[in-house]
């Protein structure tokens, strides 16, 4: 194999990751919307059993400590999903489990009520989202059809560092700050190969 089959075919192995990272950070995007919309909706029902009680039935259910600050808040929403926060001693929620009809999720908040981590699990496979102090997604990994993939963002949340396993080949892509893929390198059935670009994501130069 020449050295530009070699290149040509890296490069479209890039391109390919590179494609499907972008789609992994979207549909984490999507679910920290879908997990945050979550604890903003009140439900119909909730039912318990406990000793003699045989149901119990409520829109909201509020637990409280010895001074009557709220510490916990279970509630299910009209779609059905059903929603568990929980609060520090500040009042701020600290965490909180969503179980929507097709994927549970579990947030973990700072002192100030932010999201800085969530779990989330769909038909495809889990993923967990790292957050900084200002909501930005800085590092999500997941495995997607048992394909395990890594992003990691800067502070502005653009990709700059992915790195994927697909049908055992290896691949790592870096980006400058505008986005562009500036170094690449890949392992695959015929051989490591690295390709560098230029600012507009163009290779220039390939070591197969």
Known sequence: MTTEERLEILDRELARAKRWNHWFLAVLGLAVVIFALGWYFTGTTGRAAEGGVKEVRASKFILVDENGKTRAELRADKSGAVVLNLMG??????????????????????????????????????GLSLFDANGTIRAGLGLYKGEPVLVLSDENGKSRAELNVAKNRPKLLLSDENGKTRAGLAVSKGGPGLVLGDENGKPIWSAP
């Open 89 to 126: 001693e500040n009042g701020k929620n600290r965490a909180g489990l969503y179980v929507g009809k097709d994927e549970p999720g579990l947030g973990l908040l700072d002192a100030n009520g932010k999201l800085r981590a969530m779990l989330t699990v769909n038909k495809d496979g889990p």
